[in-house]
């Protein structure tokens, strides 16, 4: 009995000891950790230890994954027993797949290739296709195993070997790749041409000259009409990748083959048919016949159960309805494109965002599809928030005046709900009902009133935002719900809502009795006020005052305007309040007629696509872009981008700078002989300028406008507290501060001012100084010779000048004979005359003048290649008679050269933007952008000739779609941007997007639009 009890338990601690040491084994494969509470204390477990090592070996390669080592694989991999050597390449695979590296076995591997085991070729295809890259010349040992393969009786293994060369991407094996893939494409086998017709264009994209050549595209559009549907829904996907990728049309359908796909629709399978419907999507009918037999074609497909399929085949529909001559069979059509897109909000939460996504792209193009459907869009209690979101936003859509009571009874229901966010929204979608629907407006108002009286406070806040849209829209109609506003002041704590309601105050001042009081509420807290809240809190005193100007809102308005002036660091607000506070001190009538103007009235706050990209994004239903609500091409690029290592990259940094200073060493030299050449008759030529500069001297003066004999509101605003004296202009109109700014106004009189008198310029000086030009000169550089200026414009249309000022703080020398000459540049800017027309500068004197400039087409720098941007440096050389030659280099501002005629229209803009490779995109995210509001940047950019082509509104975002035409002698450029104006999560900022023939002035042109945002 004891021995007994003694051996089970030395063959338990045995079994044990195997088990564990087993698992080790495992670890020091897989890394995975070691669980001592699992099999190895169970019953089963031993039981099965019992049985024998060796038949547990052969049947738990897989669990352990690699039991050996890599000679033991080789030793496996060769040896004569079938099973073994299969068992081998398994054990192989298993490691290749958890990141073990087995290239080393690549050779034997491949010997086991020449089997008629169908498992085991297809693990050794799978080796070779990941190992295949870095082990190219071995992988040429499997050519003539893989041609072989494409001649063996078996269909299987002929497609087998064509998809696999087609996935070993070597070019060495392509070239042995065509003539097999010729001959499957052509095989009497269908599962063989549908594999062939797919590594066309895995071909394709590994070398297209050879498709080309080679005539694989022919025989692709000849299997658009092979007896077998797979392979024509195979040949449909080949054609349109290989199009997509090439940019090329080599997939034109006429209307021969549009019989043929849709004689195959019904028999395909479902991704065969998504195929399929996208190709006749891209066909133009003929006339309204062909479009309405290829709506009768593709009708069954909306029945059918594959989401894909039910969306391409309603994006073919849209485009063909559209070609129907008879109303009402339009109209029968559209009643059918209902159900199918209902039924898709019955599946998975994901399916049905995508989904509401294109439902929203539908109802803008086609609201009454689904205008009598809006219940199917109520929110259930279980959906995801991002669900409900869409469904909020087509329910916004599809409201009408019909429908607008139980939308609205749906949004009031969601704005009790415990969402925060999807609350603001529901309630917001009140304000845009309001806003869409003239009759329904007062509803709304009622139900913003019972939301208000929950006196929750985000509820309530949201309110306030959305009312005062609804008094934009309707003035003057709803104004008894102020009191029940202003009794919520208290708990307004969110910038946008304590804005809103400031705004509400200051327009309807003259009916709050005590709208003076409930801005200085505001006051109170005014330093820590938000920037949205304080230009608002400063116009609404102006209102205020303008209102009712009696003592109180005077006192108000003089505290508003000295806190905005003095005590804050906004430059926008800063100067808004001077402006205010020159127009009130100049003119009262003039400031009632500006800010009491009648505004225009908002229209419909629906978020609607430009016509263009909701075009653009129908015909891709179902695609990726139409989830984004963004064309394809603004994020996804059909080209491979090349990967750079560091060192590389460094070598092209290196060598671009050397060749930078090649050039400007060469500039340098260049110039230098110019101008010597320009003076080498010496004194004689000195003379001729000195005896010339009292005839230049009224030439330069004359470039400056004289003093308007009307007052100027806003001369001297850039002088206040700079600590440097304006040059004179207008006299003041009174004196003594702030207080006395205001003291006096009298609503009835209107205060005039004298221009006072010019004192006259130093005899050294040709025009006014201005201290705000960039030194490009420094006095020590220059030898004492302080050089000022930048390449500007007076106006957009006005021609180009180069504004400089010269500064003698030399001791004693007196300066004169100035020339100036460029070296090539980006623009071919050049100066009219190489003399300078100044007068003798005296030392301690300063002289300004505007040099004029044009543009020459022999000083235009060629264009900069591979991808590096062009420099914007105006490398000037200046030459004076003491001074010899000065070299300096100053930055080309674009905005100079951005011409006046640079508008395009939609189509031109469209067209253009396609013609550019998408590689040649440059996407730049812009900095310090102070201006986000559609119609200010609209006005800048427009004002430095960066015209506004379309505008959009998606999601969060603002998108502006410019243009704008640079002036180059002998090649203007259009360039074409896109500008993504996002203030998510509080923030503001600009995604740039860039596309012209010039790729390289990028850089540049992206700079005026920085610049003109800030």
Not at 231 to 240: E, F
Not at 414 to 438: L, P, Q
Not at 808 to 834: C, E
Request: charged share 20%; net charge negative.
């Amino acid at each position: 009995m004891d021995t007994t009890r003694q051996t089970n338990d030395q063959d338990l601690v045995r079994t044990l000891v195997a088990q564990i040491f087993d698992r080790v084994m495992a670890v020091q494969h897989l890394q995975q950790p070691i669980d001592l509470t699992s099999s190895p204390f169970k019953e089963p477990a031993l039981k099965k230890r019992k049985k024998g090592m060796e038949g547990e070996e052969k049947a738990s390669w897989s669990a352990f994954v690699v039991p050996c080592e890599i000679h033991e694989f080789k030793q496996d991999l060769n040896a004569v027993d079938r099973g073994k050597k299969k068992d081998a390449v398994k054990k192989v695979i298993a490691a290749m797949t958890v990141g073990k590296d087995v290239s080393s076995l690549f050779p034997d591997v491949v010997n086991c290739m020449q089997t008629e085991d169908m498992e085991l070729k297809k693990l050794v295809y799978l080796y070779l296709i990941n190992y295949a890259k870095t082990q190219p010349d071995l992988a040429i040992m499997a050519v003539n195993t893989f041609v072989k393969d494409s001649q063996d009786p078996n269909p299987l293994i002929r497609a087998l070997a064509v998809r696999t060369m087609g996935c070993i991407r070597v070019d060495r094996i392509t070239e042995y790749l065509c003539d097999p893939l010729q001959k499957c494409l052509k095989d009497e086998d269908p599962y063989v041409r549908k594999t062939a017709a797919v590594c066309v264009a895995k071909l394709h994209d590994i070398n297209p000259e050879m498709v080309e050549d080679r005539g694989f595209l022919d025989t692709l559009r000849n299997l658009i009409g092979d007896a077998n549907p797979m392979v024509v829904a195979n040949a449909v996907a080949a054609l349109s990748e290989i199009q997509d990728v090439s940019g090329r049309p080599v997939f034109a359908l006429d209307q021969a083959s549009l019989t043929k796909l849709l004689r195959a629709l019904n028999e395909c399978t479902e991704w065969g048919q998504v195929f399929i419907l996208d190709a006749v999507s891209a066909y133009e009918p003929a006339d309204a016949a062909e479009a309405e037999t290829i709506i009768e074609r593709v009708l069954p497909r909306l029945q059918h159960a594959n989401a894909a399929v039910v969306l391409s085949a309603v994006k073919v529909v849209l485009k063909n309805v559209a070609r129907l001559e008879d109303p009402a069979s339009a109209a029968a059509v559209g009643k059918k494109l209902a159900p199918p897109l209902v039924t898709l909000l019955g599946a998975e939460p994901e399916i049905q965002y995508v989904a509401l996504r294109c439902i929203n792209l539908v109802v803008q193009r086609a609201p009454e599809v689904l205008s009598h459907e809006v219940r199917v869009f109520f929110c259930k209690y279980n959906d995801p928030i991002y669900v409900k979101v869409e469904k909020l936003e087509i329910m916004v859509r599809l409201a009408n005046e019909n429908n607008v009571d139980q939308v609205l009874l749906e949004f009031k229901e969601y704005a009790t709900e415990v969402d925060v966010d999807f609350v603001r929204r529901s309630v917001r979608a009140i304000g845009r009902c309001a806003v869409a629907i003239e009759a329904a407006a007062e509803r709304c108002v009622n139900v913003l009133l019972d939301l208000i009286k929950t006196r929750v406070n985000y509820v309530v806040q949201e309110a306030v935002v959305v009312i005062k849209d609804i008094f934009r829209r309707y003035p003057n109609r709803y104004e008894s719900v102020i009191s029940t506003l202003c009794d919520c002041l208290d708990g307004l704590d969110e910038p946008e809502a304590r804005a809103s309601m400031v705004w509400i105050v200051g327009e309807y001042a003259e009916r709050i009795d005590n709208a003076d009081e409930l801005l200085e509420q505001f006051l109170e807290s005014f330093p820590e006020e938000p920037a949205m809240v304080q230009l608002q809190l400063v116009t609404a005193a102006v209102k205020l005052f303008l209102k009712k100007p009696t003592e109180r809102p005077q006192a108000l308005i003089q505290l508003v305007l000295t806190y905005a002036t003095q005590e804050t660091d906004n430059p926008d607000l800063r100067d808004r309040a001077y402006i205010y506070w020159r127009l009130l001190s100049t003119d009262p009538e003039a400031a009632k007629d500006v800010v009491l103007a009648e505004r225009p009235v908002i229209t419909d706050a629906k978020e609607n696509l430009d016509p263009a990209v909701l075009d653009e994004l129908l015909g891709e239903l179902g695609a990726l872009s139409s989830v984004y609500h963004r064309p394809s091409g603004t994020f996804v690029t059909k080209t491979r981008m090349a990967v750079q290592r560091a060192e590389d990259l460094e070598k092209a940094r290196v060598a671009a700078a050397a060749s930078v200073a090649a050039g400007a060493d060469a500039g340098s030299v260049g110039l230098s002989s110019t101008l010597e050449q320009q003076s080498q008759h010496g004194d004689g030529e000195s003379a001729h300028s000195a005896g010339s500069s009292a005839a230049a001297t009224p030439q330069a003066a004359a470039t400056v406008p004289a003093a308007a004999p009307v007052p100027d509101l806003l001369g001297d605003l850039l002088d206040l507290d700079m600590g440097v004296p304006a040059a004179p202009a207008a006299a003041p109109v009174a004196a003594g501060g702030v207080v006395d700014l205001l003291g006096d106004l009298n609503l009835g009189t209107t205060t005039t001012a004298t221009a006072a008198p010019v004192a006259p310029a130093p005899a050294s000086s040709t025009t006014t100084t201005s201290r705000f030009l960039p030194v490009l000169v420094d006095a020590t550089k220059g030898k004492g010779l302080v050089i000022r200026g930048t390449v500007t414009r007076t106006s957009p249309t006005s021609s180009i000048i180069y504004q400089m000022e010269f500064e003698n703080v030399s001791a004693g020398v007196t300066l004169d004979g100035f020339m100036i000459q460029f070296n090539k540049n980006i623009f071919g800017l050049a100066p009219s005359n190489q003399a300078i027309p100044v007068a003798p500068i005296a030392p301690g004197a300063t002289c300004a003048v505007a040099v004029p400039i044009t543009q020459n087409p022999s000083l235009v720098a060629p264009p900069t290649t591979g991808g590096n941007a062009a420099p914007a440096t105006l490398q000037v050389a200046i030459k004076s008679n003491q001074l010899g030659v000065l070299y300096l280099a100053d930055t080309i501002n674009a905005a100079v050269v951005l011409s006046g005629s640079g508008k395009i229209d939609s189509t031109a803009f469209v067209s253009g933007w396609k013609a550019i490779p998408e590689d040649q995109e440059v996407q730049q995210e812009l900095q310090n952008v102070m201006i986000t509001d559609k119609e200010a940047a609209t006005r800048k950019l427009e004002s430095k000739n960066v015209f506004v082509m379309a505008h959009k509104v998606v999601g969060e975002e603002q998108v502006l779609y410019c243009t704008g035409k640079l002036e180059i002698p002998g090649a203007p450029v259009q360039a074409l941007l896109e500008l993504r104006f996002s203030t998510s999560g509080g923030s503001s900022g600009v995604r740039a997007y860039y596309r012209s023939t010039r790729q390289d002035l990028a850089q540049v042109v992206l700079a005026v639009v920085g610049a003109a945002l800030c």
